[in-house]
């Protein structure tokens, strides 16, 4: 199962404030139930380092679109990843992560 979370289509993705899964991983979680997926995060903390990477690169990425092309749409969203920045902090700290499955379920992940 550790090995299906691995895939690299799988990952997460900034929405608003929240941290969501993208369509493979929320397929999988569906498939497995998201408890169970939990657990795996939380006894393989790579594979969610591994997605937080790819949403750092993203911020990068969006904050050099806002800086020097002065793109309106990538200005807006780059609040949300600030905040993902300080959450991805807590989480290097020992926090925990929210990760929303849907409005009611949340997996927590912790390194």
Request: hydrophobic share 35%.
């Amino acid at each position: 199962m550790s090995e299906d979370l691995k895939d690299p289509s799988c990952g997460l993705v900034v929405n608003g404030y929240e941290l969501t899964p993208n369509k493979p991983l929320l397929y999988r979680i569906a498939l497995y139930s998201a408890d169970i997926v939990e657990s795996i995060l939380n006894s393989n903390p790579g594979i969610i380092e591994l997605w937080l990477k790819k949403l750092q690169e993203e911020h990068s990425i969006l904050k050099k679109r806002c800086d020097l092309d002065q793109d309106p749409s990538a200005c807006f969203n780059l609040g949300f990843y600030e905040e993902f920045e300080k959450n991805l902090t807590n989480f290097e700290n020992g926090g925990s992560l929210k990760i929303s499955v849907t409005k009611k379920k949340f997996i927590w992940v912790r390194k």
